[in-house]
């Protein structure tokens, strides 16, 4: 099946901004209207669809569409091909000579016999696009939603698959909407600065959620709220308070078997490098894998015993928490 983009600038049901995964054809895109409909339409259907679905005390709230895309089986792609042909073959008198009239007969006689073997055989187009959505439920739990939902040539929903999902609170609720509308996250007396600065900073957000795979998206978009407070708190980034921010939250919930009653020492984040072939040239190249960090903490661990031990803390390359396991051995070279 033959998978053919639309191009069509993302019409939001909101006012929000998601991730604006084609913004580079919106001026194209405004010079298809028929197109442009078509998504409308779509998206309204999948609106009616979920509305539906949530009631009895449970809400939905849209967010944002990604960019529409058509299942064009091959017949039907064969099938435009000839028509194609057939509104071309006027032109080309010149070309076919006394031919002409045959040539265009024999077109009009492939054109029959395609549209029957798609009638016979029921073969149609098929849409897709994702719809980023908010469920509330009866008890004011909130889930963040992705979903990639198929639907037939008359816009119904055939089939739908769940991308992602992720439950947050009511705080992080707020600071999704602060970070979906695309609000500042730095303020400046420079307002052309902060503009580049805050256009910057949600373009690599935006990028590091589109690249996600879908199992990492629910961990990453918890680890972009955090970073959303962070702004808010501090009007700036900085990676390694950030790290501390994220241990020092770990460290209330660890997940090893220990209580931890105090933080010593924490060393620098520290990248974790790796290297990859260009796909170009085949020469190997740095890329950034991930960052890591040491701490020194006093805790009660199995057995009740009370120590000090060493724990290694590894993130990626989003600074998303990957895990913690404890230092064997000597661990001083680790906060040199």
């Not at 029921?122 to 939902?149: A, P």
């Not at 990626?316 to 661990?331: H, T």
Request: glycine content about 2%; aromatic content about 12%.
């Amino acid at each position: 099946m033959t998978r053919i983009f639309v191009l069509v600038f993302v019409t939001f049901i909101s006012t929000s901004c998601f991730i604006i995964e084609e913004y580079e054809t919106a001026s194209i895109a405004q010079n298809e209207p028929e197109k442009r409909e078509k998504q409308e339409i779509i998206q309204d259907s999948i609106v009616d669809y979920l509305t539906k679905q949530y009631r009895d005390g449970a809400s939905y709230k849209a967010y944002t569409f990604g960019s529409l895309y058509s299942n064009k089986p091959q017949e039907i792609v064969e099938l435009e091909q000839l028509y194609e042909i057939k509104r071309m073959l006027p032109t080309m008198q010149q070309h076919y000579g006394n031919r002409l009239d045959s040539v265009m007969l024999e077109n009009d006689n492939q054109i029959n016999t395609k549209n029957k073997e798609i009638r016979e055989n029921r073969i149609f187009t098929t849409y897709d696009l994702t719809h980023l959505y908010c469920i509330k439920d009866s008890l004011d739990n909130f889930e963040i939603v992705e979903t990639q939902f198929l639907l037939y040539p008359n816009y119904k929903i055939k089939d739908l698959k769940l991308v992602f999902s992720v439950t947050i609170d009511k705080r992080e609720l707020e600071l999704f909407e602060h970070f979906i509308h695309q609000d500042p996250l730095v303020f400046d007396n420079d307002y052309n600065y902060q503009k580049k600065m805050n256009a910057h900073t949600y373009a690599k957000l935006n990028k590091s959620m589109i690249n996600a795979l879908p199992e990492k998206k629910g961990a990453l978009l918890k680890t972009i709220l955090k970073k959303v407070k962070f702004y808010q708190m501090n009007n700036g980034f900085d990676a390694d308070v950030f790290a501390n921010f994220l241990l020092s939250e770990w460290s209330k919930t660890p997940t090893l078997n220990v209580s931890i009653e105090e933080v010593i020492k924490s060393s620098k984040l520290k990248m974790i490098k790796g290297k990859s072939d260009s796909l170009t040239t085949d020469v190997p190249y740095e890329t950034l894998l991930g960052y890591k960090k040491f701490l020194l903490v006093k805790g009660t661990w199995e057995k009740k015993i009370q120590e000090e031990k060493a724990l290694y803390c590894e993130f990626d390359n989003n600074l998303v928490l990957l895990g913690v396991l404890p230092v064997e051995g000597d661990f001083e070279k680790y906060f040199e």
